[in-house]
């Protein structure tokens, strides 16, 4: 079975400090998909990024960046700079087909991010 | 407009009482799924359906019910609610087609409190 790891419940850091987020995975899947969600204070996920199994390439949008390192089975998250912003849990999901060939997204149990002013 | 959106985004109500939380898209999406969050487990999948005729048991359906009226709405019912329920319940869709479509599109959630 699929699992998704965030061993960091919660993290703090002062405002312009960066932080890095880990995301450690489960699967039996050769194809997969992982993401990234935000979930800020007002409840709503946010999409942050997809990543499928066989783009092993770093991805970096604004400040911030993706590290996926399948010899780890790894998908961790950097936020470059951080501001009071950024504050919100996050969350790590996978995506793999059950024996059935449906699609399903297992998150983790997601980190909350504080940034201290 | 939100392209998801779920009612009532906030409820109490009390034990045994039956509980139905609606959700509905304009995405023209196939998928739709249904998601429970409690603090410190993260989202777990209760229900999901991949078309109208289609529905799927999730992770926790004990005490969950679902109906998938059309493609554009799908909802979650509780026949007997109970104190454990309590949680904020996640609508979701997604495209149908190859695994690169298979992003989620969250509605911004119903806060459930059963007394």
């Known amino acids: 079975a699929q699992k998704v790891t965030q061993a960091q419940t919660e993290i703090s850091v002062v405002e312009k400090e960066d932080v890095t987020l880990d995301c450690v995975y489960e699967t039996r899947d050769t194809t997969y998909y992982l993401f990234w969600y935000k979930q800020p204070p007002s409840g709503e996920l946010v999409f942050l990024i997809r990543r499928n199994s066989f783009d092993e390439q770093n991805e970096i949008s604004g400040r911030y960046s993706w590290n996926f390192q399948k010899s780890t089975s790894s998908f961790n998250f950097t936020i470059t700079a951080s501001q009071v912003v950024d504050s919100a849990v996050y969350f790590c999901?996978?995506?793999?087909?059950?024996?059935?060939?449906?699609?399903?997204?297992?998150f983790g149990t997601g980190t909350r991010l504080t940034i201290i002013p | 407009d939100a392209d998801v959106t779920q009612t009532p985004r906030n409820r109490i109500t009390k034990t045994g009482k039956r509980i139905m939380l609606e959700c509905s898209q304009t995405k023209g999406h196939d998928r739709m799924y249904w998601y429970r969050q409690d603090p410190g487990l993260g989202l777990r999948l209760i229900y999901y359906s991949f078309d109208v005729k289609d529905i799927n048991k999730g992770e926790i359906s004990d005490g969950y019910s679902v109906s998938r009226q059309a493609q554009a709405k799908f909802s979650l019912s509780l026949e007997s609610a109970i104190p454990n329920q309590t949680a904020l319940y996640f609508c979701?869709?997604?495209?149908?087609?190859?695994?690169?479509?298979?992003?989620?599109?969250f509605g911004p959630g119903t806060r459930l409190t059963v007394l």
């Open positions: 999901a996978l995506s793999e087909a059950d024996n059935f060939g449906n699609e399903k997204l297992t």
């Open positions: 979701a869709t997604s495209a149908p087609g190859d695994r690169a479509d298979n992003e989620q599109f």
